[in-house]
């Protein structure tokens, strides 16, 4: 089974910052036959289900603001948000659904400075 | 659009066995390349993938659950059934199912619904 490891577990950033998540798998989630890595990020405020922000590891679900930007290939991969806004305060994991069992990280807290 | 919605028993007791329905619409899954997925979340805690059924009938489990689930399709009315025997107070959680497919390539669930929540308690 692959496991999924983010850090850190939560992050305070000021308005206007940086934001960078970090999401590892235990085994390469990169399909060799169509050089895709099959790494999602969900973002998920409470009370709501989790929404899917990016795919593919770097491919940005339609809606989904430019400031959230995905990166990383194999086992290592990067959430940022180039500019925190107020409502990106949220628990954001990182998804692998390169093979089954799937399996989710345990999630990072993103909280204002 | 796509939409889905769980439903079922708000408490159970232990021992019992949990029956969830996932109703939905904008898709088929008759429909080669679709799937619909059950993941659950404690109160406060992670995602946990559970199960996935396809288009196909191919179904996929949790091996840490495998032997208490049980996944299946009804196509003519657009649900899908998860069963889970031997509820245990660490099963409370909200439920989701979440819809998947694939076009060149698979994509992760892109539309959930918005979780009904599961207490275990006697």
């Known amino acids: 089974d692959i496991v999924m490891t983010q850090s850190p577990d939560s992050l305070a950033v000021s308005l206007g910052e940086r934001a960078t998540i970090n999401c590892k798998s235990s085994?390469?989630?990169?399909?060799?036959?169509?050089?895709?890595?099959?790494l999602a990020w969900y973002q998920q405020k409470p009370g709501q289900p989790p929404k899917l922000l990016i795919y593919?590891?770097?491919t940005r679900e339609s809606g989904v603001p430019d400031r959230f930007s995905g990166s990383g290939s194999g086992t290592d991969f990067t959430l940022t948000i180039s500019s925190l806004q107020a409502e990106d305060v949220a628990v954001y994991y990182c998804?692998?659904?390169?093979?089954?069992?799937?399996?989710f990280g345990q999630g990072t807290k993103l909280e204002i400075k | 659009q796509i939409t889905l919605k769980e439903s079922g028993p708000t408490l159970v007791k232990p021992t019992q066995t949990l029956t969830l329905t996932c109703t939905f619409s904008?898709?088929?899954?008759?429909?080669?390349?679709?799937?619909v997925g059950w993941i659950r979340q404690p109160p406060g805690k992670a995602l946990e993938w559970l199960a996935l059924i396809y288009w196909n009938d191919d179904k996929r489990y949790s091996p840490s659950l495998k032997s208490r689930l049980t996944i299946t399709k009804d196509t003519s009315k657009n649900q899908v059934v998860l069963t889970m025997t031997n509820m245990d107070p660490v099963d409370t959680a909200t439920y989701y199912c979440?819809?998947?497919?694939?076009?060149?390539?698979?994509?992760?669930?892109?539309?959930w619904g918005q979780g009904t929540l599961v207490t275990v308690s006697s």
């Open positions: 998804h692998q659904y390169y093979t089954t069992p799937y399996s």
């Open positions: 085994q390469s989630v990169l399909y060799s036959s169509n050089n895709k890595n099959y």
């Open positions: 904008g898709f088929s899954l008759s429909t080669s390349g679709v799937g």
């Open positions: 593919w590891a770097s």
């Open positions: 979440a819809h998947q497919s694939y076009s060149t390539s698979w994509f992760p669930f892109e539309c």
